[in-house]
């Protein structure tokens, strides 16, 4: 399984962003695409997961409405817009996938992560 994220970079606040994340070498349709952050200095965060087979989307109660979890099932890319983007949003972002049927953002669940992607908010 692979997973490469791209999208970060370096954005004002106020800005939006949208990161990718490509997933292959799965052969099962059951599975659950997560998005995970790091701020510096601080443990990993769940953001949101959607669901391969029906597209249902889950969010972390924590975090605000401007993120928006996406999939396009034909390109197998899972999506994280980022709007009205925060010097707190400043973070590694990861995508994750779990082979499951249960979505959640229990992070021991995922066994495939990609490499991080940086996103740098500045004011």
């Known amino acids: 399984v692979q997973l490469v994220e791209s999208g970060g970079g370096s954005v004002q606040t106020g800005g939006s962003l949208r990161l990718s994340c490509v997933v292959s070498?799965?052969?099962?349709?059951?599975?659950?695409t997560a998005w995970f952050r790091q701020a510096p200095g601080k443990g990993r965060e769940g953001i949101a997961c959607?669901?391969?087979?029906?597209?249902?989307?889950y969010y972390a109660d924590s975090l605000e409405s401007r993120f928006t979890i996406s999939a396009d099932r034909a390109k197998k890319t899972v999506y994280l817009q980022i709007n009205d983007v925060q010097p707190e949003d400043t973070a590694v972002y990861y995508c994750?996938?779990?082979?499951?049927?249960?979505?959640?953002?229990?992070?021991?669940?995922?066994?495939?992560w990609g490499q991080g992607i940086r996103v740098t908010v500045s004011s």
């Open positions: 959607i669901k391969n087979t029906d597209g249902r989307d």
């Open positions: 070498g799965i052969t099962s349709d059951e599975y659950i």
């Open positions: 994750a996938v779990d082979i499951d049927y249960l979505p959640s953002l229990y992070e021991p669940s995922y066994d495939h």
